[in-house]
T-cell receptor
């Protein structure tokens, strides 16, 4: 069975640019969440989507946005990139909003 | 606001030397407490979910327990391949209840 897949695995961007990260959940899972993990810290919640609707949003600026498609895949968009946005971005899928979350391998974003 | 504190930050063990990792939490109504294992540069790997005080779960050399204020991850006779960062997370039933709140993790090193 395919797990959670994220693309790309690595990405280098310049300050001020825009980035789109993609996530495909486990088959049958309808909820996708996004987390940001900086080095030495635990993952920090950004968004949760369930059945294509936003169900939760963490303490991140409006430069961060996301959406979920009819096939339950998801995109995370970040505008006007800052050096501080450099991190491992993790996608997690779960069957519903309060069941176990399974993470993908992450996208390592470096902003220079 | 949900909070999770993990201790110690780092732990070095000799192969076969059993020990425990601690996760202290404050949460507005616990929906679930989750343990994950994370290898460097990779996404967290799900280990256990605990729902109520007194609950215990085991998997190979790992055993997770839960009280009303903390959880322990007991590692019995660890092997070098158990080396990783172990993350604890809670999901509460208050505002923002869909998110997982993570601790910073305990970095475990098992020396042959």
């Amino acid at each position: 069975d395919a797990g959670v897949t994220q693309s790309p695995t690595h990405l280098i961007k310049t300050r001020g640019q825009h980035v789109t990260l993609r996530c495909s959940p486990i088959s049958g899972h309808k909820s996708v969440s996004w987390y940001q993990q900086v080095l030495g810290q635990g993952p920090q919640f950004i968004f949760q989507y369930y059945e294509k609707e936003e169900r939760g949003r963490g303490n991140f600026p409006d430069r961060f946005s996301a959406r979920q498609f009819p096939n339950y895949s998801s995109e995370l968009n970040v505008n006007a990139l800052l050096l501080g946005d450099s991190a491992l971005y993790l996608c997690a899928s779960s069957f519903s909003t309060n069941t176990e979350a399974f993470f993908g391998q992450g996208t390592r974003l470096t902003v220079v | 606001e949900d909070q999770v504190t993990q201790s110690p930050e780092a732990l070095r063990l000799q192969e076969g030397e059993s020990s425990s990792l601690n996760c202290s939490y404050t949460v507005s109504g616990l929906r679930g407490l989750f343990w994950y294992r994370q290898d460097p540069g990779k996404g967290p790997e799900f280990l256990f979910t605990l729902y109520s005080a007194g609950e215990e779960k085991e998997k190979e050399r790992l055993k997770a327990t839960l009280t009303k204020k903390e959880s322990f991850l007991h590692i019995t006779a660890p092997k070098p391949e158990d080396s990783a960062t172990y993350l604890c997370a809670v999901q509460g039933s208050g505002a923002g209840s869909y998110q997982l709140t993570f601790g910073k993790g305990t970095k475990l090193s098992v020396i042959p």
